[in-house]
């Protein structure tokens, strides 16, 4: 994003393209580094005590990366904390080729989210390299037609980084809110007149995808022939007809552009707000001799139209970081997982299970209660006998296991036996049914049921109104619908 804000032309002999994209080899290069990211919201003049407190909230949080290491393009970990109110939230990530892990002080297992069970897709080694290289290519070109904004400059300066003072170039930038819709017409027309250029991007994206067409073809029998389209033979005439439609779209953007901006802002006034004068990006990059990024100081303020629904004027993000290693050895943390991991991709780990992970780690528990993450809403069709609701002789029932999977509770059945055990899956508290008996337990409290639970077509059904209770739902019926609410 800060790219394509800051423009890319020679400052004051200074190479800025050069600069902000770096060079292809160094896009993994090893490396360390340290963040601090804040916010802060200006609440209207106006503001609600409630808005108000909703608002310090806000402001109270930041994240701190007290270290980042990147060993290589696989390989990388993220150690800092979240902070929130007078909280603090420790935390290390950890990345490789297999998963990524995340493991939150205090809680019982680490987060996972596996990367090796991921849906079946061709082998395509050879060509993550030519997408690396469409990728570049793509970034290069759209800095190349960027416009410098009206404010940029170049100046030696010493900086301290990672402890160490070191000469650095700070390229200070500037850009406002209307300045950005102002740039908007040299961009797009810089890229219209580029014809080789834009060629060139369009073939190369169109070698790349054919690879990858050629290899989901020799993965699939069933897709012979997907790639013909994309032949060699016909790229010429494909890039001249794409590349026709990209101009014809961007002459005929550009000849409305104006009166287009008018329109906009006149269906939507609040976006005059929000792309005027009081919004602002300001940055500071400052580079070392080998054109490496050594140091970031980025404010960005959003000015928001003060509404009764929204009552603020500003959201702003100030950020800050500092980098240090480039290119030498640097080894990556790992969170240790030989105690297990909660996978939340393919474990299958359950809402309680969750919550339990984290219950006594202050505040995410709360937070997560307060999430939402709990609440189930279902709806009960009383014409359907597994997925709804079956009136037995004035009593609503329910197929069981159809019903408690919402829920994601447990239920046991010992097969030979008349008892069934549901498990709620967020207070694990158990309720005891037993087939042909109106006597219950829910909750670890005896009950006598409307109507005893019985078995058709291999499913076992129970009052509606007493699994709802044993689970935390309530059942309310309109419209001719039941519908089952935990919150």
């Given at each position: ?454 078995v058709e077509h291999g499913m076992v059904y129970v009052p509606l109104r007493s699994i709802a209770e044993a ?17």
């Amino acid at each position: 994003m800060l790219v394509i804000l800051t423009g890319c032309q020679s400052v004051g002999g200074f190479d800025v393209n050069s600069a902000i994209l770096g060079s292809k080899d160094k896009l993994y290069q090893p490396m360390e580094s340290r963040n601090t990211m804040t916010l802060e919201v200006t609440p209207s003049a106006d503001v609600s005590a409630e808005d108000k407190e909703m608002i310090d909230l806000l402001n109270s949080i930041s994240v701190h990366i007290d270290s980042a290491k990147a060993e290589d393009m696989d390989k990388a970990s993220v150690k800092g904390s979240v902070h929130y109110l007078d909280n603090a939230i420790p935390f290390l990530l950890s990345v490789d080729e297999v998963g990524v892990a995340l493991d939150i002080e205090g809680a019982d297992k680490p987060i996972y989210i596996s990367l090796a069970e991921e849906a079946e897709i061709p082998e395509m080694e050879e060509y993550y390299e030519q997408v690396e290289d469409v990728t570049w290519n793509l970034m290069s070109f759209l800095v190349k037609h960027l416009p410098n904004p009206e404010t940029i400059s170049v100046a030696k300066t010493q900086e301290t980084v990672n402890g160490e003072q070191l000469d650095l170039t700070r390229l200070h930038v500037e850009i406002s809110g209307t300045e950005i819709v102002e740039l908007v017409r040299p961009f797009l027309t810089s890229i219209a007149e580029d014809e080789e250029g834009l060629k060139q991007l369009i073939g190369d994206l169109y070698d790349a995808v054919s690879v990858m067409f050629v290899a989901i073809e020799a993965e699939d029998e069933t897709l012979e022939g997907a790639a013909d389209f994309l032949s060699p033979e016909s790229k010429d005439t494909s890039v001249a007809m794409i590349h026709g439609a990209i101009t014809g779209y961007l002459d005929q953007f550009l000849a409305d552009y104006d009166q287009e901006v008018e329109n906009l802002f006149n269906e939507t006034p609040e976006l005059k707000t929000v792309f005027g004068d009081d919004t602002n990006l300001k940055v500071d990059y400052y580079f070392d001799s080998e054109l490496n990024a050594r140091k970031t100081n980025t404010e960005l303020a959003i000015a928001i139209p003060a509404s009764e629904d929204l009552p603020i004027t500003e959201i702003k993000v100030v950020s800050s970081s500092e980098v240090w290693n480039h290119g030498s050895e640097v080894k990556a943390d790992t969170v240790d997982t030989s105690n297990g991991v909660l996978d939340v991709l393919y474990g299958e780990a359950t809402t309680g299970e969750i919550l339990r992970n984290f219950e006594g780690v202050e505040p995410v528990y709360e937070l997560l209660l307060s999430s939402g993450m709990t609440s189930v809403y279902t709806y009960l069709d009383p014409e359907d006998e597994y997925y709804g609701v079956v009136n037995n002789n004035g009593t609503g029932f329910v197929a069981l296991r159809n019903f408690a999977a919402q829920f994601e509770a447990d239920v046991k059945w010992t097969k030979g036996s008349n008892e069934i055990v549901v498990i709620d899956d967020i207070t694990l508290a158990q309720s005891t049914y037993t087939l042909g008996s109106t006597k219950a337990i829910v909750n670890g409290e005896a009950v006598t049921l409307p109507a005893a639970p019985y078995v058709e077509h291999g499913m076992v059904y129970v009052p509606l109104r007493s699994i709802a209770e044993a689970l935390s739902a309530t059942v309310t019926f309109e419209d001719g619908w039941y519908t089952a609410e935990r919150m």
